[in-house]
């Protein structure tokens, strides 16, 4: 018997001003599979999942659920036909407890049509302990992680019990355990005849949890196979429209630098441990370690983000004790040569409402003495821009109408233009497709060469083992192991981040 698809989407069109985002496309859904909607950044695959989601309205095509002809007008009609999605872009209110926020808009009533917070609030504590969170549902989600907000995300889509979940990137802010947890919920959802839409710029888990993949490359279909029936390097070349045969630039064979960049004696907290670390010039230095262990504090203690016990950090020849000031840590590091870039472009990187001009050369302006005009920076817009491959309709384009990848594109082209020597840069390719990943790595390993030094954290171990030259391993916020990327494994980083 043939399965009949639980959604049929037939020649999908939209436009963005003079921008063709989705141009005549095709796709459907079955029940009890997980399906692949990949592509490079303004591939149109948010667009067409945001049309589903009843965020936005196609300009052409139709939409079937079940046979049957369906207007999804907004997220609310969606949702009450059975499409829950997650974004790539936390939409948590940061305000409202995690309860609040997983039944917001369908909050369960008691009498007198008053809402049920204790209901509401044991339902949440189920869902998230399902996802393997011991988390309080009564908690801000304001004070949450980030990777914590992207569970809350996750359950509240999950707690929707719709028959058709859209998760948008939902692994960009978590690390290996927390994707196995994931994987597990997409499994438990595929046995209960769920259709499962699963966007993500990470080739290895789409091979590992997608039984169908679909390509889309400049908002046209290119093809939709069984993932069992090509291999990574084909799909990437669908993807790219070339072959990707080294992901990561060499690395260049030379002497050990000058140190540019010294800590001492730091402890992040009065409990923990007194640790080192230092960078060279012309190298690339990872922190690597498991979720929540320390390594987004010790680089926000650089910059003042964050209080450190007590430690002393060396750079340009200049001595300074920590903690530094919250209020111009900051500045103070940009006056000697440091530029932080921040994982979180939404919230603590980007001005949404400005232009990519705008947001690019920022940091530039700032530079300037009040009375002084800036220049308009041309040169250094179309060379980002270009550089950088930012799909964007002009300069004068809202940042906040770009795709993520493209977003934070431009969060690393506003520190790449000032120039600094030492960069400490949080997730540099979180939610940046295949291609943009390259060509990402090629810029801070042409940064690194050209004399200056990166300190990075990712969540994705292989990508510090292929960019960077050395890992410190951290866990209760220290350094437990120290290793050239050359002799380091993931095996390697998570015995040292478990076992020490």
């Given amino acids: 018997m043939t399965v009949q698809p639980l959604v049929q989407m037939t020649s999908i069109s939209k436009s963005f001003g003079g921008i063709v985002a989705l141009e005549n496309v095709d796709f459907q859904l079955f029940p009890g599979s997980v399906h692949a909607l990949v592509g490079e950044n303004g591939a149109g695959k948010s667009t067409l999942m945001k049309i589903l989601a009843g965020v936005l309205q196609p300009d052409g ?8 002809i369906v207007r999804l007008a907004s997220p609310r009609e969606a949702l009450d ?72 995300e996750i359950a509240r889509g999950i707690s929707a019990r719709a028959d058709i979940v859209i998760l948008d ?50 908002g046209r279909n290119v093809d939709t196979v069984p993932a069992s029936t090509i291999a990574p390097k084909q799909l990437i070349a669908m993807m790219v429209g070339r072959e990707l045969s080294e992901l990561f630039p060499p690395k260049l064979k030379r002497g050990d630098g000058d140190v540019v960049l010294s800590i001492d004696g730091l402890r992040l907290t009065p409990a923990a441990t007194p640790c080192s670390i230092f960078l060279r010039r012309g190298e690339i230095v990872a922190l690597a370690g498991l979720e929540g262990q320390g390594q987004h504090e010790l680089v926000r203690s650089l910059v003042g983000r964050y209080a450190a ?11 300074l004790a920590l903690p530094l000031s919250a209020n111009d840590g900051i500045r103070l590091m940009q006056s000697l040569g440091v530029s932080f870039v921040p994982e979180d472009r939404k919230i603590e990187g980007l001005f949404l409402d400005l232009s990519l001009a705008h947001n690019l050369t920022i940091g530039l302006h700032s530079q300037h003495f009040e009375m002084k005009p800036a220049g308009r920076h041309r040169e250094v817009i ?27 594109k431009v969060l690393l082209g506003r520190y790449l233009a000032l120039g600094a020597d030492i960069l400490l840069i ?75």
């Fill in 309 to 319: 016990h007590e430690g002393r950090v060396r750079i340009s020849g200049r001595e």
């Fill in 61 to 68: 095509g139709m939409i079937r659920k079940n046979g049957q």
């Fill in 382 to 408: 179309a060379n980002s821009i270009k550089s950088l491959s930012i799909k964007a309709a002009r300069p004068s384009t809202p940042v906040g109408s770009l795709s993520g990848g493209n977003q934070q």
């Fill in 81 to 152: 036909a059975g499409v829950s999605t997650v974004f790539q872009e936390h939409s948590v209110i940061a305000n409202l407890s995690i309860a609040e926020n997983m039944y917001l808009g369908k909050e369960p009533l008691a009498k007198f049509g008053v809402v049920d917070k204790a209901l509401m609030e044991r339902n949440a504590r189920d869902t998230l302990r399902g996802l393997g969170l011991n988390l309080d549902p009564a908690t801000l989600v304001g004070n949450l992680s980030i990777a914590e907000r992207q569970f809350v």
């Fill in 169 to 218: 990137e939902p692994t960009a802010a978590l690390n290996a355990a927390d994707v196995d947890i994931l994987n597990a919920q997409i499994l438990a959802l595929k046995r209960e005849q769920k259709a499962v839409v699963y966007i993500s710029h990470r080739v290895e888990e789409i091979f590992k949890i997608c039984d169908t993949i679909t390509v889309l490359k400049d």
């Fill in 426 to 500: 949080e997730e540099p390719t979180r939610g940046v497709d295949v291609g943009a990943k390259a060509e990402i790595y090629k810029l801070l390993r042409n940064y690194a060469n050209a004399g200056r030094a990166v300190i990075v954290l990712s969540r994705e171990t292989l990508e510090l083992i292929g960019l960077c030259d050395r890992l410190y391993v951290i866990h209760d916020k220290h350094v437990v192991a120290e290793m050239p990327a050359e002799e380091a494994t993931e095996h390697a980083i998570l015995e040292a981040a478990l076992h020490r």
